[in-house]
């Protein structure tokens, strides 16, 4: 079992930044992929950026390409999310999600891979 806990949302205004934290406890955190997904209202939950287990590999979806980046401490058990440059339709609730993935540099990008979530955390960037 892990437990997911994302702090630092908030209101922004378009071209600042947030950063984006979760602190995982429970199992080997090093045992997991991690991903951040986030999900707007009407709009289907979607991948922003995943990072394997050994944190050698990332994964950015293009919408944020260039502007958010995924990083990870797995002494610490946090994986965090940098986003620069925020516009009005990065506005959603952000989920920190664990991946169960036996190989090591693997990212995977669908919400059902992976195993455990977060209660989310609300961005909203004005314009």
């Known amino acids: 079992q892990v437990q997911l806990v994302e702090s630092g949302g908030g209101l922004e205004q378009a071209g600042g930044s947030l950063r984006l934290s979760c602190a995982a406890s429970?199992?080997?955190?090093?045992?997991?992929?991690m991903g951040w997904f986030r999900q707007a209202p009407g709009k289907e939950r979607e991948i922003v950026a995943g990072?394997?287990?050994?944190?050698?590999?990332?994964y950015s979806a293009d919408s944020v390409k260039g502007r958010f980046t995924i990083s990870r401490d797995n002494a610490k058990k946090t994986v965090n999310l940098q986003m620069n440059s925020l516009k009005p339709e990065d506005t959603a609730v952000y989920y920190c999600?664990?991946?169960?993935?036996?190989?090591?540099?693997?990212?995977?990008?669908?919400?059902?891979?992976?195993?455990?979530w977060g209660q989310g955390t609300q961005v909203t960037v004005s314009s």
């Open positions: 429970g199992r080997t955190f090093s045992n997991y992929a």
């Open positions: 999600a664990a991946d169960r993935v036996a190989y090591i540099d693997l990212v995977r990008r669908s919400p059902a891979d992976y195993d455990y």
């Open positions: 990072i394997s287990r050994s944190g050698g590999s990332t």
